[in-house]
Each structure stands twice: as C-alpha cells, then as structure tokens.
C-alpha cells in the first residue's frame, strides 16, 4: 500500500503524524517538507526564541527521536511542484515522484513581499522560519551589544508588533511604520488597538500611522533606513517586514482543487472533514478554508490553534472518523508584560454593535467582548487567565447578552 504523505514542515503535519499513529495507523507515513528541519511550531520564533532567552528545542512540538520511534519518514530539503489527485502522485523538484494513498497539505504561507527598492539589502529580513528567526536574533543581539540599535518594523500586525516588543525588550530603538490609523485595526477594531498603541507608546516604540515606506536605504550594501513616502526618513541598522502573509496553494491550484475566492479570505476549499473536493486529499492550517457551523460561513484563520487543532483533525479523518471540525478560532500574543488571549471571530470591515469590557483597562487586567446584534460573538481576555472556556459558552449561546452582565463577567 502506498504511504499517507503529510506534506509541510508545521505544526499541522506534526500533529497529523501524532494522530495517525495514536488512531492506529501501522502503514507507511511519509512527512515532506521544504526546510532543513523536522516539523516546528511558529510562536517562539516572535517572542522568547527571537530573544535568546529558550534554546531551539523549545520550537518543536515532537522531537526528532519521536518520528524514529513511530516510523515516520521524513523527507526534509524536498519541494513538491506537482499533485496528481487522480494518480495518486506528488511531483518532487528533483523530478522524482513520490506516490500516495492519502495526503495532507499543510504548506503554511509565505510572507507578503512589498518589492521595494533595496528590499535585498543586509539587514533586511522577513520572518516567517526558523532560520528566519536566528537570522533576525543574531542581528538584532549584535546591535543591542554595539549599542547602535535601530530596528524598523514595516507593517503594524501580530507579527510586527510582537517583534517591536522583542527588540523593545533587547534595548533597541524601534520604529513600526503601519499603513492604517491604527495598529491591529483592522483584526481587533479601535477600542483594542488602541490599547495596544498604547502599551506600545509606553515602551518608547515609535508608532508611524497612515505611513508607507518607498525605499529602503543602504550603503556599502547594508541597510541604513527607510524613506517614507511623505518625505521622512526612519534611520535603521535592522528592518523586519511584516506585512501579511499569502497562503501556499499554487500545489492545489495547479491539481485543479476547489479554491475559495480572496472576498471569502482565500485558501482551500475543505469540507468539515477537512477533505478537498477530493476525497484522499486533506488540508489543513494556514491554507485551509474551513466552514464554521456557528458563524455560518467559511474562515481561514493564521494561528498556532488552526494548525495545533487542524493537524489531530485531519489524522483522524484520513483514518476515516466522520466528526466535523467545530472550532472556534483562538490565538494568543505576548508583548512586554501583556499576556492575551482571544477566541471568536467578528468582521471588523462590516462593522459590530460594541466592544464590552469588563475589568480595568488602565491596569491592564480585563475581558473584552465584541457584540453583533446583542451577540458575543469574540473575546479577549488580557492578563486574566482561565477564561476561554466562559467566553466560548457566551458565543456559542447565541442569546443576547445584557451589557451589564458582560461588565459583571470578571467580578
């Protein structure tokens, strides 16, 4: 029998392998991935390990022993260019072919470039792996150390802002240039992004709004900061752009696969199996696009929970469990002192009734809820733990919750 392929080098496929094994499955298992490394989990690669404060273990969710252990294979350094659903076949850059009687595509995604002039000089970096990662940590080290620190941060997202608090942390100079009136606005609206302005704000980051960069500047092949496009130049000794990412599903669209249209948030059709629109293939992760029972439509949603929940989901359905995926979306950040989680979705474009909170933001231990006709339909609870489970029962309610139950929640 030909092998069940997990192809990616995340967290998805690593707990993929894990419930295959665990579900009873005794054939073949073959992991591929385009990295050096065994499968790893991106979070640290922002926050702890970008410091130095953990060694690399702390990425890896099964060390390298447990795929020796289960008898899974690992096929590292190969890139697959081509998907045959109907031949059962995978295509491999080196022009060999790998065969398949099952296969999971968790590729993840690739950060958005911005194609600026001088985008390729020294000191410029994208983050998106782990040795992206080291790259920016040793730069970033070198410069604390010489003490002519200055790290611009293109882009105001997750992604950015948890590097400018990184760099904060190390003693650099930070910039972050965003293109909106608010860092994050767009994924928690004005009432949290404000408040992350602010806890920014009170580390000395320097929050450029309604700003885009036009070049990058260097000399002797090195960069030396960027020019704004209102006339301003940000000096800088490193540069982190961290615009978004694009999800990785060329392989599915050149195998003809039901792709879901960028006005639905993009990605790969899969059903609550998360099967394609062909049966012996999978996705999961950043390119999954998922239907939501609760909300009543498709997401696609780039968070360490999709690909930790997405991974053990689709093990399981490759070994034929029914069960349809139901999960609410979480994630979770670290910046300074702020500890943050947050579950639900709410569309900031189109607009909710209000943000809620309970608790006191100035002390910066509080719930927030977002409501849409009286609904909870999101949560945030920061620097207050062990409240998930009791934010998810008031989404998954539906009922109209009264604002002053809502301010009562922490009390």
Not at 169 to 186: A, F, I, Q, Y
Not at 329 to 343: K, L
């Amino acid at each position: 029998m030909d092998p069940y392929v997990l192809l990616g080098g995340g967290l998805t496929t690593a707990r993929a392998a894990e419930a295959l094994r665990t579900g009873g499955y005794d054939g073949d298992l073959v992991v591929v991935t385009a990295e050096p490394h065994h499968p790893y989990e991106r979070p640290p690669l922002s926050k702890d390990y970008l410091r130095g404060e953990s060694e690399r273990d702390v990425v890896f969710p099964l060390n390298e022993a447990w795929y020796t252990e289960h008898d899974v294979t690992i096929q590292a350094n190969e890139t697959v260019v081509g998907l045959d659903a109907a031949g059962h076949t995978l295509t491999l850059s080196d022009g060999g072919t790998l065969a398949f009687a099952k296969v999971l595509l968790a590729p993840g995604s690739t950060p958005r470039a911005l194609g600026l002039p001088g985008a390729d000089l020294a000191g410029v970096h994208y983050l998106r792996t782990i040795d992206d990662s080291d790259r920016i940590s040793s730069t970033l080290l070198e410069a604390s150390l010489e003490g002519v620190g200055r790290l611009v941060v293109i882009g105001d997202g997750w992604i950015g802002l948890e590097v400018a608090a990184s760099a904060r942390s190390l003693g650099l100079d930070v910039t972050v240039v965003g293109r909106g009136s608010r860092p994050l606005g767009r994924v928690l609206g004005p009432e949290m992004s404000d408040f992350y302005a602010d806890v920014h704000t009170e580390h000395e980051v320097h929050l450029l709004r309604n700003a885009s960069v036009t070049r990058i500047q260097g000399a002797d092949g090195r960069v030396t900061g960027v020019d704004l496009a209102d006339g301003r130049h940000v000096g800088a000794d490193v540069v982190v752009i961290g615009v978004g990412a694009t999800p990785n599903v060329g392989l599915a669209e050149v195998a003809g696969l039901d792709l879901r249209p960028a006005a639905q948030g993009g990605g790969v059709v899969v059903d609550g199996t998360l099967a394609t629109s062909h049966p012996d293939v999978f996705a999961g992760g950043d390119v999954a696009s998922i239907p939501s029972p609760h909300y009543g439509r498709p997401l696609r949603v780039e968070h360490w929970a999709t690909a930790q929940r997405t991974g053990a989901h689709a093990g399981r359905a490759m070994l034929g469990a029914p069960d349809q995926y139901d999960k609410l979306p979480y994630f979770y950040s670290d910046q300074y002192d702020v500890g943050m989680e947050y579950t639900g979705w709410v569309d900031v474009e189109a607009g909710y009734d209000d943000v809620v909170v309970s608790g006191d933001i100035s002390s910066r231990e509080f719930v927030a809820f977002w409501r849409v006709d009286g609904q909870v339909v999101a949560g945030m609870a920061v620097n207050v733990w062990e409240q998930m489970e009791r934010v998810e029962e008031l989404i998954r309610s539906r009922r109209k919750v009264p604002r002053e139950e809502l301010e009562g929640f922490t009390g």
